[in-house]
RNA sequence: UUGGCAAAUCGGUUUAUCGCUGUUCGUCAAUUGGCGGAGAGAGGAAAGUCCGGGCAACAUAGAGUAGCGUACUUCCUAACGGGAAGGUGUUUUCAGCCUUGUGCUGAAGGCAACAGAAAGUGCAGCAGAAAAUAGGUAGCCCUUCGGGGUCAUAGUGAAAAGGUGAGGUAAGAGCUCACCGUGCAAGCAGUGAUGUUUUGUAGCUAGGUAAACCUUACGCGUUGAAAGACCAUGUAAACUGGGGAUGUUUGGCAGCAAUGUUAAAUGAUAGGGUUACUCGCCCAACUCAGAGGGUAGGUUGAUGGAUUCUGCGAGUGAUUGCAGAACUAGAUAAAUGAUAAACGUUCCUUUUUGGAAAACAGAACCCGGCUUAUAGAUUUGCCUUUUUU
RNA sequence: GGCUCUGUAGCUCAACUGUAUAGAGCACUGGAUUUCGGCUCCAGCGGUUGGGGGUUAGAAUCCCUCCAGGGUCA
């Protein structure tokens, strides 16, 4: 299976971002909280796309800040099938997912702790996304 | 052998699987992607942004004043407020000396914005008689009882205008002398700061404060990669260059003349910008000619350089010359991660063994320093504890 | 990645170009007044002037350095 999570699915466009704060929805898995909102096709073929956020608030150094988000991106990376999956049916294919993730706890986790955490996010996802189509 | 201080070096290693960002090779589509291979990928401080440079743009950039910075000497360096060596002062420890003193000499280490107070202006609460042109409270002495002389002694203070002894005097005083100290000039030593048990000279002035104004010497244009350059699209009120923009008439002087200069008359403008001011420079509407703008876009700037390592020299040293070899991150919301195992280090328990821990911290154009944070390890030097000889 | 400002009592601010025990209002505590409370009056409490170092006889103030917090840059 392809498990690689490269450069385009790192959003980027800050038009985009701003649109998402405006109008996105919300999913929370302690401590993780998610923005979402459907966009049309860019130009990049991934089904979704994401930031990563840990606010300097929270982390002081720059270390911290950076390790934190590692760990998120390995978790994402490892969880994406999920997400994949689902995303690969026909009604989406000319849509793309933005996604705008921020890590909302002063403490540094453990690996094995976030990536149940990302495993419960995804699902809550996918089920609050299938019942707002109802 | 215990602990400490200083300096220097290092700042875990290896393998497997799944990933991330560049580079390069091959291949397939056809100009940008897919697949496969190879190889690279955070620091000693990447930090703070406290200094200095490279690089870039801009006359709204120039010149002078103002302003800002630096400040023992010589050297190093691209440069510095950095560094090296030296000097001076001060302080700590140790040793020696005899006059036993807040003494002198020497050694080692630390610290110093360490130019000028003899260019000028200022400042100094309280206390004290008096705080910088000295002064007269107590005391001492003289007295014609009005007053005068005096700083030795006392007292105040952060600071009271050389010290000791002798002479001298009404009492005193560098008033005079000896020794000591201090300043100045010359000589000698040193590139120089400076030193000097060399000589002369001054009776002693010139208290402190310049991280107060200031003076002297030297340096400094401003803005910073969000600088700047290019590309596609195709034609803005933005940009570039010229005109606008300093004239015209008459007389005198210089000159062959062009022209320059000066005086008078007349016309237009007499506006704005610049880090404060002066000069200088630039600028509007309008017009002529050229050129092409926007874009949270892309490419570049951007990593081969004051580079690193080794060897042989130069120098006390910082540093540097020559030769050879090497290529050592380049991301853009920001890559260097996760999992597993082994080895090494430290700690606990302990026969093997088992368990736990591993600091400070993440490149953002690039260098040289400084400062701050830092578990632990190694080396060298000095001091120290214990034991043995 | 740059540039720049601020830090004084629990809160909001003073203290001029260095000199007295760092001052004022609000808040807090006690007392007076009132049947009780408020208002008012009187008294008190409260400070390592962000930390450290330096210059000076003397520092909130001048200088250096560290820390914390803000502002700003098409």
């Known amino acids: 299976m392809n498990q690689s ?17 405006e109008s996105g929805q919300r999913v929370n898995a302690h ?21 990563v956020s840990v606010p300097k608030r929270l982390f002081k150094h720059a270390v911290d800040r950076n390790r934190i988000k590692r760990l998120i991106r390995e978790c994402m ?15 989406y294919q000319n849509q793309q997912l933005a996604l705008f993730l921020v890590y909302r706890d002063n403490k540094e986790p453990e690996y094995q702790f976030l990536y149940q955490k990302m495993t419960k996010l995804f699902v809550t996802l996918i089920t609050t996304i299938e019942k707002n189509e109802k």
Do not use: H, W
Request: glycine share 2%.
């Open 31 to 51: 401590p993780l909280a998610l923005t979402y909102k459907f966009m049309d096709k860019t130009a990049s073929k991934t089904p979704f796309q994401v930031v």
């Open 5 to 21: 999570f490269g450069k385009e699915y790192k959003l980027c466009s800050k038009k985009v971002i701003d649109e998402l704060f």
């Open 77 to 91: 990376r490892k969880n994406k099938s999920i997400l994949e999956d689902f995303l690969a049916k026909e009604k």
